[in-house]
């Protein structure tokens, strides 16, 4: 099955630095894949996601990139602020598991003021 | 409001009892999941269900049964076949399995007395 590694397991920044979050996936089949963030005792919420005929995508301050070829995929947050702190878990899917995502053991965010 | 509702929010579970977590969605989708998490891991796939009364194993299914009986529903029960069952338990929907974008409920703590 899919086996989906995330680096760092935390991750403290400066409030307006950048974080990065990396993903590797082991799954060529695999096509979608989404990000998650997660607040305390909160279910995670999507925060952006991209396909495997996309190799970068962005929302505002938030990018994703994805190497198809290398099968790892990166999550950019850039200006961080104190609010973006929580843990963001990175996911992999596609049609051989039935679309059922397989995720990351996610990534500590601290943004520090 | 639309979404997913889980309850309750904190359920105790003594030896040898076996205890349901409720689901809900009221998105209309056709998709619906189970993940596990525990504290510095990741989200692991107990059971998953593409359409009414049909369902399929995730990675971690032992000791756990599901139903869907109804499009809106998908209820969890945690056997005394499952050792180790405090955890984190997350529902999630999505449109259609295809579709890949997953929708959480707030979670329900699970713990042993």
């Known amino acids: 099955g899919e086996n989906v590694e995330q680096h760092p397991s935390t991750l403290s920044v400066q409030e307006g630095d950048s974080a990065v979050i990396k993903c590797t996936y082991s799954d060529s089949a695999s096509n979608y894949f989404p990000w998650y963030k997660q607040e305390l005792g909160k279910g995670p919420q999507l925060i952006i996601d991209i396909r495997s005929n996309v190799g970068e995508k962005k929302d505002q301050r938030i990018a994703v990139t994805l190497n198809k070829t290398a099968k790892h995929f990166s999550l950019h947050i850039t200006e961080t602020q104190p609010e973006d702190s929580a843990v963001y878990f990175c996911?992999?899917?596609?049609?051989?598991?039935?679309?059922?995502?397989?995720f990351g053991k996610g990534t500590s965010l601290l943004v520090t003021p | 409001d639309g979404g997913i509702t889980q309850s309750p929010k904190y359920l105790f579970r003594k030896e040898g009892q076996n205890v349901t977590l409720s689901c809900e969605q009221n998105l209309n989708h056709d998709a619906m999941y189970w993940y596990r998490q525990d504290p510095g891991q990741g989200l692991r796939l107990i059971y998953y269900?593409?359409?009414?009364?049909?369902?399929q194993k995730g990675d971690i299914a032992e000791g756990y049964s599901v139903s869907r009986e109804k499009k809106e529903s998908f209820p969890l029960t945690v056997t005394s076949a499952q050792k180790n069952p405090t955890a984190f338990y997350l529902c999630a929907s999505s449109v259609s399995p295809a579709v890949g974008k997953l929708f959480f409920g707030s979670g329900t703590q699970l713990s042993v007395l």
């Open positions: 996911a992999a899917g596609g049609s051989n598991s039935g679309y059922a995502l397989n």
């Open positions: 269900s593409q359409i009414v009364n049909d369902f």
